[in-house]
């Protein structure tokens, strides 16, 4: 017991004193040999930001993708399936702000806003796929559907 009791005791020693050889700070430079600073410049007159670590609050720049748009309708129909169609809808709405051209992200987020009973979300999607696909071969049933959703 005293043997084991006395090798964890060097261990830990051992530990300790290689976590303090590697948190030693570097050597200061000889008194004859101290560090110029550079003049400031233009740039670093500005204060830089950080990167935002809570990965919520960061904020997306949309550019146009149309890769990334097909992805996010194939994730929200996915979700659809599974009948989580808010998940879907947020997928979607991704989508279309990706390519605002994506005609199937407009039609799918509005059956999806239409399930989570949100008659606005779902008026101004089917109103977005009218104005694109107006010849589409579903464009009187969709006409229908934003009739019905236009009553109170």
Same mark, same amino acid.
């Given at each position: 017991?005293?043997?084991?009791?006395?090798?964890?005791?060097?261990?830990?020693?051992?530990?300790?004193?290689?976590?303090?050889?590697?948190?030693?700070?570097?050597?200061?430079?000889?008194?004859?040999? %101290?560090?110029?600073?550079?003049?400031? @410049?233009?740039?670093?007159?500005?204060?830089?930001?950080?990167? /935002?670590? #809570?990965?919520? &609050?960061?904020?997306?720049?949309?550019?146009?993708?149309?890769?990334?748009?097909?992805?996010?309708?194939?994730?929200?129909?996915?979700?659809?399936?599974?009948?989580?169609?808010?998940?879907?809808?947020?997928?979607? %709405?991704?989508?279309?702000?990706?390519? @605002?051209?994506?005609?199937?992200?407009?039609?799918?987020?509005? /059956?999806? #806003?239409?399930? &989570?009973?949100?008659?606005?979300?779902?008026?101004?999607?089917?109103?977005?796929?009218?104005?694109?696909?107006?010849?589409?071969?579903?464009?009187?049933?969709?006409?229908?559907?934003?009739?019905?959703?236009?009553?109170?």
């Amino acid at each position: 017991m005293s043997r084991r009791l006395l090798a964890l005791l060097a261990l830990g020693a051992a530990s300790l004193a290689a976590q303090d050889s590697s948190n030693k700070q570097p050597p200061a430079p000889p008194p004859g040999q %101290l560090k110029t600073e550079h003049p400031p @410049s233009a740039a670093s007159d500005q204060e830089e930001v950080p990167p /935002e670590e #809570d990965s919520s &609050l960061v904020t997306t720049n949309y550019t146009f993708n149309p890769l990334q748009s097909r992805k996010d309708v194939l994730v929200g129909k996915e979700y659809a399936k599974k009948g989580n169609y808010r998940a879907a809808a947020s997928r979607y %709405l991704e989508a279309t702000r990706w390519d @605002s051209g994506n005609n199937e992200a407009w039609l799918l987020l509005g /059956e999806a #806003d239409e399930k &989570l009973k949100d008659k606005g979300g779902a008026r101004d999607a089917y109103k977005k796929y009218l104005e694109q696909a107006s010849d589409a071969k579903n464009a009187a049933e969709i006409r229908k559907k934003l009739a019905r959703l236009q009553r109170p």
